[in-house]
């Protein structure tokens, strides 16, 4: 069988392609085509720009504040003073709070003392406003309104149940000068009216002490 193709074959399918080609205008060709790359390369961007949004952090200050004096008020009463030599802000993330890197010093004010307030001092504190949950360490030193002083390393102060806590060991002096120490921590009252030594062998609240000291 022969397989080849008649001269006269060839020349007419490439006179075909010929017209077919000259039928179409290459402006049109070369608009069409740009038009589609630059489809496509919006769309590559902008699916870029959505995964990259997603992967971004938000776990940055959305304010910085330097010499910070902080108040607040329940019914206008000013229950609280603090002040930070910085204060930085996380309100973009899921759980927002405030920190003092830097230190920071707490007036606490009791409607029944209101002019002799309680103080806290610590190296390092986080605030979480929404939940009034406040967390200070290093070097944290507290005295109440009525005179006793607290020293330990880290507490904790949960403002709506009115409750303070730590796991430290916590050295205490009363107004008369008389020394407590709790080797593994406290609870107690926001108010320190009430607290409670944490030992090995059970919990000893400050009437039990004071008793086994006579």
């Known amino acids: 069988m022969d397989l ?32 589609c790359a630059i489809f496509f390369m919006f769309t590559a961007c902008e699916e870029d720009l959505t995964q990259s949004g997603k992967n971004q952090s938000k776990n940055f200050p959305s304010q910085i504040i330097n010499n910070a004096n902080i108040i607040q008020r ?36 009791d409607k029944k003392k209101p002019k002799i307030p309680g103080k806290l001092s610590a190296k390092y504190a986080r605030i979480f406003e929404y939940k009034q949950f406040y967390e200070a360490k290093g070097d944290v030193r507290i005295t109440t309104n009525e005179g006793q002083r607290f020293a330990m390393q880290s507490i904790y102060w949960d403002q709506k149940k009115k409750r303070i806590y730590t796991r430290d060991t916590v050295y205490v002096t009363m107004e008369d000068g008389s020394t407590l120490i709790g080797a593994n921590g406290m609870t107690a009252k926001d108010d320190f009216s009430e607290y409670t030594f944490y030992k090995n062998t059970g919990d000893f609240s400050t009437t039990k002490i004071s008793q086994s000291k006579q």
């Open 74 to 109: 329940d019914s206008g009463f000013v229950t609280l003073r603090a002040k930070a030599h910085i204060i930085e802000k996380y309100e973009l993330i899921d759980s927002p709070y405030t920190v003092a890197r830097k230190g920071i010093d707490i007036q606490f004010f």
């Open 4 to 35: 080849t193709l008649p001269i006269n074959g060839l020349e007419n399918l490439y006179i075909t392609k010929m017209i077919l080609f000259k039928n179409i205008p290459l402006k049109k060709n070369i608009a069409y085509l740009f038009s």
